[in-house]
């Protein structure tokens, strides 16, 4: 099957009792046995397996070209199942400009338990190289990075790690799999917040993994269920249902992305554009090559510089909605440094070039003429 094919198709059976197109919502927690030990397709208790999450992790699997899928209560908690393959005196080696969750659960949570964590710059590859050591385990990507919008080479990082004992992870959640399979690029594993693009209507919170190899997987589904943070089968059949659409979905996000990427570029109020699809980004190079296409998310600075730009600017877009999150049908419109990424230390912010006056724009599926006429009655 090809890729719009397998949104819709991809893992998925009609119901067997009734012919039911849909998954159902199979709103259990346990399962009947008719002689202890003796279970019905495998279903014993929904923290280990429920029918609905089971078609959603399906899905996942298939539209990432992995082994097995795993659907989580939130994108953060897929990211701790993934840190509890490690053991302490484990090294991870993380790209810089990281969501401010996942860094937050890195340096505040998990330090603690003696992973040490190291975060590069992974413009240049052999820059990663200089950190490995015997006690590197994992190495963590995003690509494109939030907010700024930096690529990561993902073949040249699995080329460089090839035949080491070193797991290469890739947060997925801006590119989608419609637009870059890191699997397929070598990747070990795939996360994603399916609160954004999968799910794609700003209605659940929900992570997900997709394992290359059912070694992996088994491994990530142990941890799974036994520490718990499983998906509810509602919010299953939600990300499930989002799924259908996200190659027509994301087609709409990058024709929009482009368009008010380009729109920004031009105007008189605007310094820098973060948008990998621009000619003159520095990596449209290795964007064209990684990925089908570039999405909806692009930030921009102001030219003045001043905070008090982008928040007024903020305050009256109305198309626009202000408020955290990114990858829904509407688009959205965020302050970093005061919002996603407040948790990120002041210094630290300023040092990757998350500035004051920095905007980031989740752009939706809305028609076009409306987005840009927003953008410019908030700069008027
Ligand atoms: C939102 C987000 C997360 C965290 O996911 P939740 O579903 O909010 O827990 C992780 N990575 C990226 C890139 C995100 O945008």
Same mark, same amino acid.
């Given at each position: ?11 998925? /059976? ?18 009947? /046995? ?55 005196? @484990? ?22 338990? /003696? ?8 413009? @240049? ?38 035949? &080491?004992?070193? %797991? ?16 397929? %690029? ?5 996360? +994603? #917040? ?7 209507? #700003? ?17 990530? +589904? ?11 089968? +509602? ?8 799924? &259908? ?21 031009? +105007? ?9 699809? %621009? ?102």
């Amino acid at each position: 099957m090809n890729f719009n094919t397998k949104v819709i198709h991809g893992g998925q /059976q009609h119901e067997p009792h009734t012919g039911s197109v849909n998954v159902p919502v199979f709103l259990t927690s346990t399962f009947a /046995q008719r002689t202890p030990g003796e279970l019905k397709n495998g279903y014993e208790y929904s923290r280990g397996a429920n029918p609905t999450r089971q078609a959603l992790e399906d899905s996942l699997a298939s539209i990432e070209n992995g082994a097995r899928g795993l659907a989580f209560g939130s994108g953060l908690a897929a990211i701790d199942c993934v840190l509890k393959l490690l053991s302490p005196g @484990d090294e991870i080696i993380a790209v810089d400009d990281l969501y401010g969750g996942t860094y937050r659960m890195f340096t505040r949570l998990f330090d603690k338990y /003696q992973l040490k964590f190291t975060f590069v710059n992974f413009d @240049d590859v052999s820059k990663i190289e200089q950190h490995i050591t015997e006690n590197t385990k994992l190495i963590w990507i995003e690509t494109p990075t939030n907010p700024l919008m930096k690529l990561v080479d993902i073949k040249a990082v699995t080329d460089l790690v090839k035949g &080491k004992n070193i %797991l290469v992870a890739v947060d997925n959640t801006f590119a989608t799999p419609y637009l870059q399979r890191p699997i397929d %690029l070598g990747a070990d594993l795939v996360m +994603h #917040s399916a609160t954004k693009y999968l799910g794609g209507h #700003s209605d659940v919170i929900a992570g997900a993994l997709v394992a290359k190899t059912e070694e992996l997987g088994e491994q990530l +589904h142990f941890i799974q269920f036994a520490s718990g943070g499983i998906l509810g089968p +509602h919010d299953s059949y939600l990300v499930l249902r989002g799924i &259908k659409t996200l190659a027509l979905r994301v087609q709409r996000h990058s024709e929009n992305g482009k368009a008010v990427a380009k729109y920004l570029q031009q +105007h008189p109020s605007v310094d820098k554009v973060f948008y990998p699809g %621009l000619e003159d980004n520095p990596q449209y190079e290795l964007a064209t090559r990684q990925m089908k296409d570039f999405g909806g998310m692009v930030s921009f600075t102001f030219k003045s510089g001043k905070k008090e730009d982008a928040i007024k600017f903020l305050e009256q877009v109305k198309v626009f909605t202000l408020a955290e999150s990114l990858g829904g049908v509407e688009s959205l419109a965020n302050h970093p440094a005061m919002m996603t990424h407040a948790s990120i230390p002041a210094e630290k912010r300023a040092e990757l070039g998350i500035t004051d006056d920095l905007v980031r724009l989740s752009v939706g599926i809305e028609d076009i003429e409306d987005l840009i006429a927003d953008l410019e009655r908030a700069f008027a």
